[in-house]
């Protein structure tokens, strides 16, 4: 089998354990990891520690992307760092006719996506877009129920997401919470929602209208137990008083959002997940309803809510034969589902 070589664009923590552990570990035969780019040199050491065969590979500056293509010559790129850095490695690898892997979302602006469509219909490299929701068993059967014919042809369907106020939260500590990095949470959460039914339907959208607002986070959140300076998790003086907190604490006394601060320092330069979901720089929103018309004639009613008291969906599928119906609770031993006493 000849050796396909790879670069990974972004070393974060979905780069480690998503690419780079796979390529080291149970997929090592037949491909080799040629060299690592990110703009922070201790994502570096936090990677090579972590595995330390990677020891004598090459590292690049994120502004050294052409460099690092010349001189390792790759069969594909790897693009796996925070969502708006995509579009700039998946272009210059196009231009390159690379193939590219990248993590979702692809890109966080439609004038981006546009571009890459453009470049990769230009170039004999391909784009491939990581959605590895689709794997999960439950959602595997329902994609067989449907080609199977179960359903008959499928009219519309009915999707709630809710995201607790752990997993919800976190989104608002950490770089996600501004626009110009994450597209907002339509873009970097929901496009694994979407592609999900877009899969299921066999279908792409056609028509969509939806409204999205920041009522649970932000400055004038209503559980901000103070207004003024930045404050972070870790050190913060009133965080007793932070129902979010308190929370958490009760749910789940190793929150990692919380103490992975304790340990900063060994793996960012400059950045800490554990800012103040109270923030004057949010700039999303935390509650998004929409509709779609698909191409094929199907109608989508979606909805997702990034502070609830648990986490989970509920979907139904309407067809000319039948209807299915489900709900899933995702992880129960974080903050109970459903829980009594829930704010």
């Not at 201790?42 to 020891?55: D, S, T, Y």
Request: hydrophobic share 35%; proline share 5%.
């Amino acid at each position: 089998m000849p050796m396909k070589k790879y670069v990974v664009c972004g070393l974060s923590g979905r780069a480690l354990n998503m690419f780079i552990e796979p390529l080291t570990g149970e997929h090592r035969r037949g491909h080799r990891i040629a060299a690592l780019l990110d703009d922070d040199p201790l994502r570096e050491a936090v990677c090579k520690k972590r595995f330390p065969e990677l020891r004598s590979v090459p590292f690049f500056k994120a502004d050294a992307f052409h460099e690092m293509i010349e001189k390792v010559n790759p069969d594909t790129v790897i693009v796996a760092g925070r969502d708006d850095t995509h579009v700039r490695y998946i272009l210059g690898a196009l231009e390159l006719n690379k193939d590219v892997v990248t993590e979702k979302p692809m890109v966080t602006t439609v004038r981006d996506a546009k571009a890459v469509l453009a470049a990769e219909a230009e170039s004999r490299g391909s784009v491939t877009v990581t959605f590895n929701y689709r794997y999960n068993p439950y959602h595997r059967k329902i994609k067989e129920m449907i080609l199977e014919g179960k359903l008959g042809r499928i009219t519309s369907v009915d999707l709630n997401w809710y995201i607790d106020t752990y997993h919800g939260a976190s989104y608002f500590k950490r770089w996600n919470r501004m626009r110009k990095y994450s597209g907002g949470l339509s873009v970097h959460k929901s496009t694994h929602h979407f592609d999900l039914v877009n899969w299921w339907l066999d279908q792409m959208p056609q028509e969509v209208f939806a409204y999205g607002g920041l009522y649970y986070y932000g400055p004038d959140g209503e559980m901000n137990p103070e207004k003024g300076e930045k404050r972070y998790c870790g050190t913060c003086h009133v965080k007793q008083k932070c129902r979010y907190f308190v929370r958490w604490q009760a749910g789940d006394p190793e929150d990692d959002h919380i103490q992975a601060n304790e340990h900063q320092h060994l793996l960012y330069t400059n950045y800490r997940p554990d800012a103040c979901i109270f923030d004057e720089e949010i700039d999303i929103e935390d509650t998004y309803a929409a509709v779609l018309k698909y191409d094929g004639g199907a109608l989508l009613n979606y909805s997702v809510h990034f502070s609830a008291p648990y986490e989970g969906y509920r979907l139904a599928i309407n067809g000319t034969k039948g209807r299915l119906e489900t709900k899933e609770y995702h992880a129960p031993g974080r903050i109970p589902c459903p829980r009594k006493n829930s704010f």
